[in-house]
């Protein structure tokens, strides 16, 4: 969650904004489950589901950045879509309960802990760490400030801000 909200605030720094992420974040979830369930190592199954991930983010960026359609319906529509394919995979691999028959090392990986600290932990601290710096101390996150107050100026001054809202969402 800290993941995503990171990523978040940086496309609502834009003056974006996207409503799919918690039911992508779930349709991801599931894939990596099936996926792994499946015979895929769940080091590939990650990377897949990942890409799965980054495809909603393109179409978001797309329909927003290129079509020029609201956030609020293009995100709306990504949103209904990834949760339907989160139910449909989950449906047929048994139903609701998708963490039955799961392979041994996939909670291997939550449970790991560096001396009092777990690995996610120390994970999500570095990814929060990274997003700040994007932020505050590159050209991308000057830009992003820059679109969102005021998009048109920034697109004057020389910003593509259709490919930087496109690499925002995914």
């Known amino acids: 969650i800290m993941l995503s909200g990171s990523a978040v605030t940086l496309l609502m720094i834009s003056g974006n904004f996207d409503l799919s992420i918690g039911s992508v974040v779930a349709f991801t979830g599931v ?3 099936y996926m792994s369930k499946h015979g895929i190592p ?4 990650v990377v897949f589901a990942i890409g799965w991930g980054m495809l909603f ?5 797309l329909t927003v950045a290129r079509l020029k359609i609201t956030p609020v319906i293009a995100t709306l529509a990504t949103m209904y879509i990834a949760r339907g394919f989160a139910f449909l995979v989950a449906r047929w691999d048994g139903g609701a309960n998708i963490s039955a028959g799961l392979p041994q090392d996939f ?3 939550g449970r790991t802990m560096i001396g009092p600290l777990p690995l996610l932990a120390i994970i999500m601290i570095m990814l929060v760490a990274v997003f700040i710096f994007i932020e505050r101390k590159t050209v991308f996150g000057r830009f992003i400030f820059a679109m ?4 048109d100026a920034a697109r004057l001054s020389g910003v593509n801000v259709s490919g930087i809202i496109t690499w925002l969402y995914i």
């Open 31 to 33: 894939m990596h489950a």
């Open 42 to 45: 769940p080091s590939l199954s």
């Open 57 to 61: 983010g393109y179409l978001n960026g």
């Open 107 to 109: 909670s291997s990986f």
């Open 148 to 151: 969102g107050s005021n998009p």
